[in-house]
Structure formats: structure tokens, C-alpha cells
């Protein structure tokens, strides 16, 4: 069966584009920044707030930029650990675009899920649809090929959603009557075992069993566990760390509830969990 052709891919996403030129060409805002307003937006809507952007489109400006910002404000809150949250949320008028209260509590307890989410969206559908409008803001100079043939935005990699890279034009895998691209597949059901993985450290002198650790997690949130990897001993017979790859990134933040490290008391002895990071 044929691909999709680029021009039908830019008109099934028509919206969206009209929104992401709003805020690049109208407004003028920062096209890295406005990329990852649009993927928050574009995860709200596949998480069940539907019509989000297709209501944005109708917006004035200045309306459209006050939402952005609020949209900003949250991709900021993602990075940041122990603020206080506002009496109002902090998203009064998200709030009410969506029709449901919602507050930058929202974003502290999903934050490894919306920012596995947001990676995920920038890779598989912000790459696709706004490169010709990318091309037109920073001109043939400005976004130039790399010697792999890629197109590189400025102001990625991000510290927190890592790369922004734009593949050559190949669309074969975009099979409009291919079943795949039509079920009901959330975006957090399609990140890389990074996002999923996490580092545990034990007391030493209190050694933990692969076993122990395996059945307290499982009890208390279920079939989690993709990969358990305990660490090499460096006192006797005593691992003092592990890393555990979960099936998916949400049971990151179940485990974790909204801190960066989570502590828990395993027949007597302590694990601490955190979110691992690759340092290459």
C-alpha cells in the first residue's frame, strides 16, 4: 500500500500547524520552546482532554500567548523540586480551556510520564509536521543539513527532553491503512527503556535479595518489573545497588509520588528509589 505524502500529512494535521505557526511567525515566540508547548499540548490531548488545539485555533493572539506561557510555566515545573504550588493551581486559564481543574500538583506527580511523553511526541510527531514551517523561520543557513543528512533545531538538545533532531524526508513507515497507526496506543506506551529505568541503593550491613526487592514492588504495584539488575557486591556478599527497567514509565512516578527519591522499609532493611540517569 502507498505512503502518506507529505502534503497529506501537513493537512491531516492542519491545526496543529496552524497553531505552531501562530506562535512562531504571529507572536514570535522561541521555536524550541514553542515545540515543546505544542507536544504538552498535543500529550493533554491523548490522555483524554480532547480539542484542545482545534479550540487554540479560534483563539485571539494574546490569548493563544497567555495559554503558552502557562504552558511554559509547566514545562518549567517539571525541572524544579520542592516549589510551592499557588493558591490558584497556577493554570487558571488551562483550567478552564480544558473544562477540568487542573494545577501544577498534576504535572509534580506525573512528572517522569509527561516528560517520557513529550520526548516521545517531539520524535514521532513534531519532527513530521512543522519542518517546513521550521525551515521558513530560520532560513537554508540558519537549519542546515548536518553532515548525516539531519536537520538539527537550535536550542536542543534540552536538558530535560533531550534531542530535537528532523529525519530526511521518509515517510514509507506512514501507511494510512497500516491497523498500527490507528489503535489506541497512549504516548507513554512508547519510550525507550531509559525512561522506564530506575537506580536503588541499600544500607550496607542490612543486604537485600533480588527476591525481596521483587516481591515488595510487585505487591504493591503489580506486574511492574521489566528487567532487575542487582549490582556487584563491594563488601562480602553485600549488593549495595540495582537498576530496574518497569514495563512502563507511569509506575515511575506511582513509585516515586511526586519526589525525586522515594525511601522504603523492606523486612527491616531500606531501599531508596530514584529516577536513573544515563551520564554517558
Given at each position: 500500500?502507498?505512503?502518506?505524502?507529505?502534503?497529506?500529512?501537513?493537512?491531516?494535521?492542519?491545526?496543529?500547524?496552524?497553531?505552531?505557526?501562530?506562535?512562531?511567525?504571529?507572536?514570535?515566540?522561541?521555536?524550541?520552546q514553542s515545540l515543546?508547548?505544542?507536544?504538552?499540548?498535543?500529550?493533554?490531548?491523548?490522555?483524554?482532554?480532547?480539542?484542545?488545539?482545534?479550540?487554540?485555533?479560534?483563539?485571539?493572539?494574546?490569548?493563544?500567548?497567555?495559554?503558552?506561557?502557562?504552558?511554559?510555566?509547566?514545562?518549567?515545573?517539571?525541572?524544579?523540586?520542592?516549589?510551592?504550588?499557588?493558591?490558584?493551581?497556577?493554570?487558571?486559564?488551562?483550567?478552564?480551556?480544558?473544562?477540568?481543574?487542573?494545577?501544577?500538583?498534576?504535572?509534580?506527580?506525573?512528572?517522569?510520564?509527561?516528560?517520557?511523553?513529550?520526548?516521545?511526541?517531539?520524535?514521532?510527531?513534531?519532527?513530521?509536521?512543522?519542518?517546513?514551517?521550521?525551515?521558513?523561520?530560520?532560513?537554508?543557513?540558519?537549519?542546515?543539513?548536518?553532515?548525516?543528512?539531519?536537520?538539527?533545531?537550535?536550542?536542543?538538545?534540552?536538558?530535560?527532553?533531550?534531542?530535537?533532531?528532523?529525519?530526511?524526508?521518509?515517510l514509507e513507515e506512514?501507511?494510512?491503512?497500516?491497523?498500527?497507526?490507528?489503535?489506541?496506543?497512549?504516548?507513554?506506551?512508547?519510550?525507550?527503556?531509559?525512561?522506564?529505568?530506575?537506580?536503588?541503593?541499600?544500607?550496607?550491613?542490612?543486604?537485600?535479595?533480588?527476591?525481596?526487592?521483587?516481591?515488595?514492588?510487585?505487591?504493591?504495584?503489580?506486574?511492574?518489573?521489566?528487567?532487575?539488575?542487582?549490582?556487584?557486591?563491594?563488601?562480602?556478599?553485600?549488593?549495595?545497588?540495582?537498576?530496574?527497567?518497569?514495563?512502563?514509565?507511569?509506575?515511575v512516578d506511582e513509585?516515586?509520588?511526586?519526589?525525586?527519591?522515594?525511601?522504603?522499609?523492606?523486612?527491616?532493611?531500606?531501599?531508596?528509589?530514584?529516577?536513573?540517569?544515563?551520564?554517558?
Amino acid at each position: 500500500m502507498a505512503p502518506i505524502t507529505l502534503e497529506e500529512l501537513y493537512q491531516f494535521h492542519k491545526i496543529d500547524r496552524k497553531v505552531f505557526s501562530c506562535l512562531v511567525i504571529n507572536l514570535a515566540r522561541n521555536p524550541a520552546q514553542s515545540l515543546l508547548v505544542m507536544a504538552l499540548w498535543l500529550w493533554l490531548e491523548n490522555i483524554g482532554f480532547p480539542n484542545i488545539i482545534p479550540m487554540l485555533a479560534n483563539f485571539p493572539n494574546t490569548l493563544i500567548n497567555a495559554l503558552a506561557d502557562e504552558a511554559e510555566t509547566c514545562l518549567e515545573w517539571l525541572g524544579l523540586e520542592n516549589r510551592r504550588i499557588p493558591n490558584n493551581g497556577g493554570l487558571p486559564l488551562t483550567s478552564t480551556l480544558i473544562h477540568s481543574q487542573i494545577s501544577l500538583q498534576f504535572f509534580t506527580q506525573k512528572r517522569f510520564t509527561v516528560i517520557a511523553s513529550i520526548k516521545a511526541t517531539l520524535s514521532k510527531i513534531c519532527t513530521r509536521i512543522f519542518t517546513d514551517i521550521l525551515q521558513h523561520i530560520f532560513g537554508s543557513t540558519s537549519l542546515a543539513p548536518s553532515p548525516q543528512n539531519l536537520l538539527i533545531v537550535p536550542g536542543f538538545p534540552h536538558p530535560l527532553f533531550g534531542s530535537f533532531i528532523i529525519p530526511p524526508t521518509h515517510l514509507e513507515e506512514l501507511d494510512l491503512f497500516d491497523p498500527r497507526i490507528w489503535d489506541n496506543k497512549r504516548v507513554c506506551d512508547d519510550v525507550n527503556d531509559d525512561d522506564k529505568t530506575m537506580f536503588l541503593t541499600f544500607s550496607r550491613g542490612f543486604p537485600v535479595t533480588e527476591d525481596e526487592v521483587s516481591h515488595f514492588l510487585t505487591s504493591r504495584y503489580g506486574d511492574c518489573i521489566k528487567v532487575l539488575n542487582m549490582g556487584n557486591s563491594e563488601t562480602g556478599n553485600q549488593v549495595l545497588f540495582a537498576t530496574m527497567i518497569l514495563n512502563n514509565v507511569e509506575t515511575v512516578d506511582e513509585i516515586l509520588s511526586g519526589k525525586y527519591i522515594a525511601k522504603f522499609r523492606v523486612n527491616g532493611k531500606h531501599i531508596w528509589i530514584r529516577k536513573y540517569e544515563r551520564r554517558d
